[in-house]
């Protein structure tokens, strides 16, 4: 063989028996060969064990219901995250790294290994059986052991099949799977010739002591689920190999609900038959085409019957050892099948597998269900529809899917507490029903159920969302925040819940609340409110219970703490210093609605504990809604948590003065400018005024930590970029200056007294005119992620930012044209920048916001001060 | 294959995967259909417990 044609079966051996990624123009199966193939592995003797269970319960109208209706039905569910297979040409344990850890998933593949393969030795046990009924007919008896080694004869033949490969399980099966049908139907013929139609068309079993017939038929309806999902860990080896989406899923759907269901229904005929003719339920095809008819049919049924006993065995050893495969990678392929094959040997020993066919079926059903659910979830919902292929190969440099050790605890303990709740509802071994209503439901039906939803629910926490979700930053979502959407109120439920939290948060910080003018206010009213840090959002409620309101929002803050429950509390989502019409339409919805409106103007947090300049448009948008407006002026917030260094400081004593500012008369009678000063007047602050004036002693050693990121230039040389804070001190590294802030946040420097906010306007003016002299420029490199929705931030890669009098000017990955870009900001559209010292820990940056994305902009070079590119953008949106 | 080769043909297979551009998928229409499908079989299940 040359060396070409060695690789080349390499290839195919990875693909076929490993588990690599089927390429397009590697699947072999269209729908009727994946059909057959999953027809063939569905289509055991099993089946007819299943089917004269069943008649036991229920009967034949309600079994033929449960055969078919409830089989298609859990099909039609579970099965729908096999296209995952199809789409990527690959199995779904692959995919279940990311639900369980490239670990995690290894504990849950033997386990599912360990509970499925026993079908395999009730295979071998119908085969023996067949075999030892037939040879009794001819009188003939076996010897002792004899039994054992015809079991053990249907392994060996299984595998070595198997062992062979995937085209000889498909010759197999194309012959095999149409032959059966004709057994199945010549066993429906024999069935309903041999005794009247109607004994077996009304055929009722016999009452069960205790067993009232609704339990009854919820038992067969479960018996039908439990058995169409043991198909759920091999679903996906056949599919992978299909070359349409749809054709793998009905492939699926169709294998097991309507050939699969045919021979339980064949089962249960034979076995209704047997029992009127014989006195004795059975379901021994081999035995019943004898008795009812001719010993040939017997026979020629025991071939076929023996084929399809071999035929499952070797599709199922195909099909699990591709699964083990998947998971353990470095084993072979053909050693896996063996080690199958011993497995199911060792139960064939044992013996006693038909006797426990009930038990181990509902036992069976208590692990594939929450695995199902889990599956469904997490592919529609939780990753929809998109995996991190790279971590879940686990290739180099690719660790989304490592968790914790190798181990997801979220999807581990979801699984773990669905099995246990199936075992809550019922006990599968002593047959008691625990909770009737949730039995209604079918243990597999319940646990599937209670198994996805908890599974769903837990991942909307953020910190779960975020261990869970590590590879959304690989396959992001690129879908634009829906910024039309209407807000709702703020839940009525959780309400209470988050006045308690507020109310609990600030009780340290002894929060006092100030009303002027606010009796006999009542909603609707517009809230403007300063806004110094995450501390306003705590206070703002309290301020205005008992009435709910709504409030704007960056959509940073919904990919942080997750959509649904920021829009729960109240809040409206847009970006930044953008012209937001979808923004003033849901304003517009807020105020007609009668509810209350809360903007923070400034659209930031403070830098140094001050004001910043109010926009006429504010003014404006009063003048518009023509409601109250109630400014909110909050102190104390600040000073306990500053922008530039967030660790909370001691001694700070929260305060919040609610005023009424204008009443709608008053509305709409000022003309703009006053409106616009009045407000400015009620909106003013400065933090460190208020410290002194209180004697608030702030004491903390880390006080002046974080001070040099909004202090960025020395007052002394005026360097810009040396200052470097540590303790209570900022230091010039150029010329050594050092300043001390002090326990009432004043900084010193010898005898010479500064205030802080006098620092930061000395450096604004500063730019203003450099930008006068024509002097402003910055160009660098930069890391840029955006921000599309509340889902996932996007790797745009290295750009560079230039920032002159012409505005700001990005250069950029597109990651939706995928091609580089550039973005032009013109000075109006940026009356200010949102900037941060350290986001996230990834650093200072600023952003810089379109429609449909917010870009984070972190600098890859020297030079950058967010503060001095806001100056700027401040000062170019008032000149140029 | 060595095992720099078998790790640049699986790379190769994961990229046109995660492409996956040429194999028909499942659309809006075919979901309905299936999930209208299974909702028939419920109410077949249904109706069988209560009327049979």
């Not at chain 1, 609340?513 to 606010?518: C, L, N, P, Q, Y």
Request: neutral net charge; contains cysteine; glycine residues 8%.
């Amino acid at each position: 063989m040359s060396r070409r044609q060695s690789i080349e079966n390499q290839i195919e051996k990875e693909v076929l028996f490993g588990i690599w990624p089927v390429l397009k123009d590697e699947r072999k199966y269209g729908f009727i060969d994946a059909l057959l193939v999953l027809s063939g592995y569905c289509i055991a003797t099993w089946s007819y064990t299943q089917g004269s269970y069943l008649a036991t319960i229920v009967g034949f109208k309600q079994l033929l219901i449960g055969a078919f209706a409830a089989a298609l039905f859990m099909l039609l569910l579970y099965q729908l995250p096999v296209i995952l297979s199809v789409r990527y040409g690959i199995d779904i344990w692959i995919w279940l790294r990311s639900v369980f850890g490239t670990r995690g998933v290894k504990v849950i593949t033997i386990a599912i290994i360990v509970v499925n393969f026993p079908w395999y030795a009730v295979c071998c046990e119908l085969f023996a059986d067949s075999m030892e009924n037939l040879l009794g007919l001819f009188g003939i008896s076996l010897f002792p052991g004899g039994h054992l080694v015809l079991s053990l004869s249907c392994v060996v033949l299984g595998t070595l099949i198997a062992y062979k490969g995937i085209s000889s399980i498909t010759w197999t099966t194309r012959l095999l799977v149409p032959l059966l049908l004709l057994v199945g139907v010549a066993v429906v013929v024999v069935g309903f010739t041999s005794v009247p139609f109607d004994v077996i068309w009304n055929y009722k079993p016999a009452p069960a002591e205790g067993v009232s017939a609704s339990m009854n038929y919820v038992l067969s309806i479960e018996a039908n689920f439990a058995f169409v999902i043991t198909l759920v860990g091999g679903m996906a080896e056949v599919p992978r190999l299909c070359k349409n989406e749809k054709h793998g899923y009905y492939a699926g759907v169709f294998g097991q609900g309507i050939a699969g269901s045919f021979f339980v229904v064949v089962g249960a005929v034979m076995a209704i038959a047997m029992q009127h003719v014989t006195g004795t339920m059975s379901d021994d095809p081999t035995l019943m085409m004898a008795t009812l008819s001719l010993p040939v049919l017997g026979l020629s049924s025991l071939l076929l019957v023996a084929f399809a006993n071999i035929g499952t065995q070797a599709v199922g050893s195909y099909i699990y050892g591709v699964m083990l495969k998947s998971t353990f990678k470095k084993a072979s392929y053909r050693v896996l099948v063996l080690i199958l094959g011993a497995y199911v040997a060792v139960l064939c020993v044992w013996g006693k597998i038909i006797e426990y066919f009930g038990s181990f079926l509902t036992i069976g059903a208590l692990v594939y269900a929450p695995l199902a659910a889990l599956l469904f979830v997490d592919f529609f919902f939780i990753r929809k529809q998109r995996i991190d292929l790279k971590s879940a190969y686990e290739l180099e440099g690719h660790d989304n899917y490592k968790y914790t050790k190798g181990f997801n605890i979220v999807g581990l303990i979801c699984f773990v507490l669905g099995f246990i709740f199936s075992l809550v509802i019922y006990d599968p071994i002593k047959g008691i029903v625990h909770v009737k209503p949730l039995f209604m439901l079918t243990p597999t039906g319940a646990s599937f159920l209670f198994t996805g939803i908890l599974y769903l629910i837990v991942c909307k926490f953020p910190g779960i969302r975020r261990y869970n979700q590590k590879d959304l930053y690989n396959v992001p979502d690129p879908t634009p925040f829906d910024r039309e959407k209407t807000p709702p109120r703020q839940n009525l439920f959780l309400y209470p819940l988050m006045l308690l939290i507020c109310r609990i948060l600030t009780a340290k910080n002894k929060l006092k609340i100030d009303r002027h003018g606010m009796e006999g206010v009542k909603p609707p009213f517009l809230v403007l409110g300063t806004h110094n840090s995450f501390t306003d959002f705590y206070v703002s409620p309290l301020c205005l219970a008992p009435y709910r309101a709504n409030y704007i929002s960056e959509l940073e803050g919904f990919e942080m703490f997750g959509e649904w429950i920021y829009r729960q509390v109240g809040c409206l989502g847009t970006r930044k210093f953008i012209n937001d019409q979808a923004l003033l339409r849901n304003i517009r919805k807020v105020i007609d609605r009668g509810d209350i409106m809360v903007i923070y103007p400034s659209a930031r947090y403070s830098n140094v504990g001050t004001d910043s300049e109010l926009p006429m448009s504010v003014a404006k948008l009063v003048k518009l809604l023509k409601v109250p407006v109630v400014t909110l002026n909050m102190q104390g917030n600040y000073l306990l948590s500053p922008i530039w260094n967030l660790k909370e400081r001691t001694g700070v004593r929260l305060h919040a003065d609610v005023d009424l500012a204008l009443t709608s008369e008053q509305v709409s009678a000022m003309p703009l400018d006053q409106i616009h000063k009045s407000l400015e007047e009620k909106l003013k602050f400065d933090e460190y005024k208020y410290q002194r004036e209180n004697k608030m002693v702030i004491a903390d050693d880390f006080r002046a930590e974080g001070l040099h990121k909004p202090l960025y230039q020395c007052r002394c040389c005026g360097k810009e970029f040396t200052n470097i804070t540590s303790g209570s001190e900022i230091k010039c590294t150029s010329c050594g200056a050092v300043h001390h802030m002090d326990e009432l946040g004043t900084l010193h420097k010898d005898e010479e007294t500064v205030f802080i906010p006098d620092w930061y306007e000395w450096e604004r003016r500063n730019v203003e005119q450099e930008i006068d002299e024509g002097k402003y420029r910055f160009e660098g490199k930069v890391q840029i992620e955006a921000l599309p929705n509340a889902v996932n931030f996007v790797d745009c890669g290295e750009g560079k930012l230039i920032h002159d009098e012409t505005g700001f000017t990005l250069e950029y990955w597109n990651y939706r044209s995928e091609k580089k870009d550039v973005l032009h900001f013109a000075p109006k559209s940026t009356i200010s920048i949102h900037t941060e010292y350290d986001y996230r820990g990834k650093g200072e940056c600023i952003t810089l916001s379109t429609y449909d994305d917010t870009f984070f902009i972190y600098p890859r070079c020297e030079g950058f001060s967010a503060t001095k590119l806001q100056f700027a953008a401040e000062y170019l949106a008032k000149v140029r | 294959m060595n095992y720099q080769d078998q790790n640049a043909e699986l790379e190769r297979r994961i990229r046109e995967a995660e492409r996956n551009l040429d194999i028909p998928r499942m659309t809006k229409k075919d979901y309905i259909v299936a999930m209208v499908f299974a909702g028939v079989c419920l109410v077949a299940v249904i109706l069988g417990g209560i009327l049979l």
